[in-house]
């Protein structure tokens, strides 16, 4: 029921934008716009991932707030999770890191762009493997892609057992259509 009234809504506010000679892609842009960008292209650009995923999981992630905390501990605009922090600074050589870094714009999205690198070559670039393992972690995907009732074939899930990562799958993918679609 939520759901269609917010598509009421939406429809509605689009067709007035466009009386009134409102660009919808204007509108659309501030839905999902592109913050950060400087950041976003430049750690995109040296991990070589589509800018375009890394804003759709930022806006899936914290919609865009650096000072968000999830319920979890995970933190800042990619929520990375402090352990994972650690461990990715460590490994791309961040000197004096310590957790509260993951609050600057600059840390967070070049630790999470690196992550995400990462778990797109050990799922060899299988992006919704990638991002099923970026929210329920990829020792679960690993475990999924072995067993017959999530995966077929060892190479795609047909099932997620976790209801939390299939939406955020959903979500993720969803915006990356819309941001490839919107700014290319």
Same mark, same amino acid.
């Given at each position: 029921? !939520?759901?269609?009234?917010?598509?009421?809504?939406?429809?509605?506010?689009? +067709?007035?934008? /466009? *009386?009134? %000679? *409102?660009?919808?892609?204007?509108?659309?842009?501030? =839905?999902?716009? !592109?913050?950060?960008?400087?950041?976003?292209?430049?750690? #995109?650009?040296? &991990? %070589?991932?589509?800018?375009?995923?890394?804003?759709?999981?930022? !806006?899936?992630?914290?919609?865009?707030?650096?000072?968000?905390?999830?319920? @979890?501990?995970?933190?800042? =605009?990619?929520?990375?999770?402090?352990? /994972? %922090?650690? $461990?990715?600074?460590?490994?791309?050589?961040?000197?004096?890191?310590?957790?509260?870094?993951?609050?600057?714009?600059?840390?967070?999205?070049?630790?999470?762009? $690196?992550?995400?690198?990462?778990? =797109?070559?050990?799922?060899?670039?299988?992006? /919704?493997?990638?991002?099923?393992?970026?929210?329920g972690g990829s020792g679960n995907v690993s475990n999924w892609l072995k067993?017959?009732?999530?995966?077929?074939? %060892? #190479?795609?899930? @047909?099932?997620?057992?976790?209801?939390? /990562?299939?939406? &955020?799958? @959903?979500?993720? +993918?969803? &915006?990356?259509?819309? &941001?490839?679609?919107?700014? !290319?």
């Open positions: 029921m !939520k759901f269609k009234k917010v598509t009421v809504i939406i429809v509605i506010i689009f +067709t007035i934008l /466009t *009386v009134y %000679g *409102v660009k919808t892609n204007w509108f659309l842009k501030q =839905l999902y716009p !592109k913050k950060f960008s400087q950041q976003v292209y430049f750690y #995109s650009n040296q &991990y %070589g991932v589509d800018p375009y995923l890394v804003f759709a999981m930022i !806006k899936a992630e914290s919609n865009f707030n650096p000072d968000i905390v999830s319920s @979890k501990g995970a933190i800042g =605009l990619m929520q990375v999770i402090p352990e /994972t %922090g650690i $461990w990715v600074a460590n490994y791309i050589g961040i000197k004096n890191f310590n957790v509260n870094m993951l609050y600057n714009p600059d840390y967070n999205i070049n630790i999470g762009t $690196w992550y995400l690198k990462y778990l =797109l070559k050990q799922f060899n670039n299988n992006i /919704t493997l990638a991002v099923a393992a970026y929210n067993d017959k009732r999530y995966s077929e074939n %060892g #190479s795609n899930l @047909k099932k997620v057992p976790f209801s939390e /990562t299939d939406k &955020y799958i @959903k979500k993720v +993918t969803k &915006y990356y259509k819309i &941001y490839k679609s919107l700014y !290319k």
